[in-house]
């Protein structure tokens, strides 16, 4: 069954802070692992995309990294600020025709100042 | 560029009325498009696809419809809705590419719906 798990399930950390979200996965075929960032209301915002041979892929204050071999990918936020409190959330796409999406439960971030 | 726009962005509904949400894009043809629920707590849950006018594919069964009557237009209906159908509706948009591409999926601002 393709699922994709994500932890913690909320996390709280201080402004300027560095925080790190764990995504394990078990989907296949793979295509690529997504990273959403959600906020409260609002359609998810694509934050980086990264296919197998793919281990590392930055946008501003967020990396991510990806193993493809034990399935696991992790997003780091650095120095983080409040406007980072969001719901952030792992996706993974499947490689077979319309390119469908497996969806994590999201790790929801609040940073606080 | 390409935009794309959900309504209504909030919508209170009782048990056994019919419901419809629209889902437009603009700047892009031939789009692949998406409805998503997502639930409280939960991962979005695709419900429709879609690769081309008329063409829809179901991903679970359920009290829901979809239809494309044009190229960019998506649709969800039901005919008489239920309790367990509330929830924050998403429609998403990619590029008609192969499955070797990143194929970024886009996505609207959403529609709540509470059904009392």
């Known amino acids: 069954k393709n699922q994709v798990e994500q932890s913690p399930q909320s996390l709280i950390i201080l402004e300027g802070k560095n925080c790190t979200l764990q995504?394990?996965?078990?989907?296949?075929?793979?295509?690529?692992l997504r990273w959403y960032k959600q906020d409260t209301g609002r359609g998810p915002v694509s934050l980086t995309i990264m296919t197998f041979s793919e281990n590392t892929k930055s946008n501003g204050r967020y990396t991510a990294t990806l193993d493809a071999d034990t399935k696991q990918s992790s997003l780091h936020i650095t120095a983080s600020q409040l406007s980072d409190s969001a719901s952030y959330i792992c996706v993974v796409s499947l490689m077979e025709y319309g390119n469908k999406l497996v969806f994590g439960a999201g790790t929801i971030l609040r940073v606080k100042s | 560029s390409q935009t794309i726009h959900q309504w209504p962005a909030t919508l209170v509904q009782p048990v056994g009325s019919p419901l419809s949400l629209e889902c437009t894009v603009e700047?892009?043809?031939?789009?692949?498009l998406y409805w998503y629920r997502q639930a409280a707590g939960r991962g979005l849950q695709l419900l429709f696809y879609?690769?081309?006018?008329?063409?829809i594919s179901s991903e679970v069964p359920q009290n829901l419809s979809a239809s494309r009557p044009q190229d960019r237009q998506f649709i969800l209906s039901s005919k008489k809705l239920l309790l367990s159908d509330s929830g924050f509706y998403l429609c998403?948009?990619?590029?008609?590419?192969?499955?070797?591409?990143?194929?970024?999926?886009?996505f609207g601002p959403g529609t709540r719906l509470t059904v009392l």
């Open positions: 995504c394990n996965y078990t989907v296949s075929p793979f295509s690529n």
């Open positions: 998403a948009w990619s590029r008609l590419a192969g499955v070797s591409s990143y194929n970024e999926q886009f």
């Open positions: 700047g892009t043809s031939n789009p692949n």
């Open positions: 879609s690769v081309g006018i008329g063409q």
